[in-house]
């Protein structure tokens, strides 16, 4: 296996993704998996992509910097490695744990800290804090895999103990259920 794992940082503009792909596919790079996403007015973006086996990271670490450091943007590319031997997920199913409320400090700590307690992976998170006391205002999203052997009712005792303490609503849904709720 020959994988890299890339990501560029820096001030968002078009053409971010056009640059990195553009010069993936010059180098005859394949992209296997891309998360992108702005936060405030900064990119940020992953990209897992397989190399030709004659193809160094070095080569390609230096053809991106080139495209990239006209646009003022970071790269981090480090080699993939296969998992530990023995290594293996547990069986899980998705859910999601959704907050609201007033924005400080702690938030994030203190749920995540409740989730990793309990051997739950997060697997995407979206926070959007816009200040002030409007509960609405202030999401955050967690997307989970809980193992199906756990205790799935200390699980969310824990979390709604948690978020009464910091003061927030929250909800906490099979990813199946919450789906079909938010379907337009």
Known sequence: MNKAILSVLGKDQPGIIAAVSGVLFTQSCNIENVSQTILQSEFAGIFIVSLPQELSLETLKQGLIARLRPLDLNLHIKPMRDP???????????FIITTKGPDRKGLVAGITDIIARHGVNITNMQAVFKGGDEPGDNIMIYEVDVPVDLDQKSLENDLRQRAQELMLDISIQHRNIFEAINRI
């Open 84 to 94: 530990s031997p023995g290594f293996t997920f547990a069986e899980s199913e998705p």
